[in-house]
């Protein structure tokens, strides 16, 4: 079927806005890989982000297919022309064995990188995210923005290094991570130890309220032209729970969709993006969809930003 005629809207299997399922890393060489990671062996509560993968494709499903490009309205131009994306299926997780499900996590990055792929996760609990970063160690060195209610800096919970509260801690063993830049931080669940490791890493953590300052969001916009490289991460807790109910740890005042769709583009037109990962979306709690269709949304909007 040729791009200039896509199939019906209810028709096909379901993959990442309908791009083609390719499995064959060799294959993606130069385009975008979407991978869903159905993994949430790390949250302390409320699991169901495993089944996250499945909602974002579901919702991603009422546009694409992508090659064919979207017409963004505010431009009047077609977008997201210029780059192939593939849907690269997803890590295969292993039922109650998450240290495992997180090397599949690494072993899938490390495998798109060497490919020449742009690797984009779909979560999954946040977990995830020292896995992939870690797949990304042999590379040149990157920074990493965190978008996210939670500074997630906890070494372990009740032993565990492979908690939900626990990726930006692991990010920050690997070698080849350079700074990280923490947005949308707010609640009661940041203990003192992870700020304090924060600030001594010299992290630049900026809150959810500090963000309303335009002194703050320049300060922001400084850490990513000092990047050369990115990793983006999206917890979508940073949203306010009011448009992003469907999550494992919600907390009042998150962000709405145009600070951080911005915030992407800023990402996206300051820095050379290594991966992306959205995480914590989960169906479970989610309410209509809502949440699914947002993180989808996300994905699409950061892509545009990035693909002429
Ligand atoms: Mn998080």
């Known amino acids: 079927m040729s791009s200039s005629t896509p199939p019906p809207l209810l028709a096909g299997a379901i993959t990442f806005y309908r791009a083609p399922a390719v499995s064959d890393p060799s294959a993606m060489r130069g385009a975008v890989a979407v991978v869903g990671v159905p993994h949430d062996l790390g949250v302390g509560s409320r699991p169901g982000a495993r089944l996250g993968p499945r909602a974002v494709r579901e919702a991603s499903m009422r546009l694409g297919p992508l090659d064919a490009g979207v017409f963004d309205v505010e431009t009047g131009r077609l977008r997201l022309t210029g780059r192939r994306v593939v849907d690269a299926g997803d890590v295969a997780a292993l039922r109650s064995q998450p240290e495992a499900s997180l090397d ?46 939670h500074l997630d800096l906890e070494d372990r919970v ?15 063993e690997v070698a080849s991570v350079e700074r990280i830049v923490q ?23 900026v809150t959810r309220d ?13 850490a990513l032209d000092g990047m050369e490289r990115c990793y983006v991460t999206l917890d979508m807790d940073a949203f306010d729970p009011a448009i992003a109910p469907g999550v494992s740890a919600p907390e009042p005042d998150g962000f709405d969709y145009r600070t951080v769709k911005e915030l992407l583009a800023q990402a996206a037109a300051r820095t050379e993006l290594v991966a992306l990962d959205v995480v914590e979306v989960n169906p479970l709690v989610d309410v209509q969809g809502a949440t699914s269709n947002l993180a989808a949304v996300a994905v699409l909007d950061l892509l545009a930003a990035l693909i002429p």
């Open 104 to 149: 599949a996590v690494e072993a899938a990055v490390a495998a798109l990188a060497e490919a020449g792929a742009l690797p984009v996760l779909i979560g999954g609990d946040h977990s995830l995210t020292g896995a992939a970063v870690r797949g990304l160690a042999g590379g040149a060195p990157f920074g990493v923005l965190q978008i996210d209610a």
């Open 158 to 172: 009740a032993g565990s290094r492979a908690t939900s509260s626990s990726p930006m801690r692991r990010a920050a």
């Open 183 to 205: 947005v949308g931080i707010r609640g009661p669940r940041t203990s003192g130890d992870a700020y304090a490791f924060a600030r001594e890493r010299g992290h630049l953590v």
């Open 210 to 222: 500090a963000f309303r300052r335009a002194d703050a969001r320049a300060e922001v916009l400084a």
